[in-house]
Nanobody, 124 residues
């Protein structure tokens, strides 16, 4: 079992930055790939970024590429999503999710463990 807890959301002006953290419980967290997803009001949950279990491979949605960076510290059982140059359209609830296995996948249905989400609001 893996439990995930996000933190770091908040209100920021357009052009600003936030860093989200996702703390995981579990002894074998380094065996899990992690994804970040977001859901805006009235919209479906969408893929944002993912990182392999070792941290050696990452992937990003086109809408955030070049602005967001995901990383992880397996010694601390924590993943991060650094978000720069934020735009109002980035406003959403952000979720981290984990799946057992080393590789990155983009589909939300492939992730078995989810955090509770953290709100990110970007004002114009």
């Amino acid at each position: 079992q893996v439990q995930l807890v996000e933190s770091g959301g908040g209100l920021v002006q357009a052009g600003g930055s936030l860093r989200l953290s996702c703390a995981a419980s579990g002894r074998t967290f380094s065996s899990y790939a992690v994804g970040w997803f977001r859901q805006a009001p009235g919209k479906e949950r969408e893929f944002v970024a993912a990182i392999s279990s070792s941290g050696g491979t990452t992937a990003y949605a086109d809408s955030v590429k070049g602005r967001f960076t995901t990383s992880r510290d397996n010694a601390k059982n924590t993943m991060y999503l650094q978000m720069n140059s934020l735009k109002p359209e980035d406003t959403a609830v952000y979720y981290c999710a984990a799946r057992l296995g080393p590789t990155i996948v983009r589909g939300a249905g492939n992730y078995g463990y989810w955090g509770q989400g953290t709100q990110v609001t970007v004002s114009s």
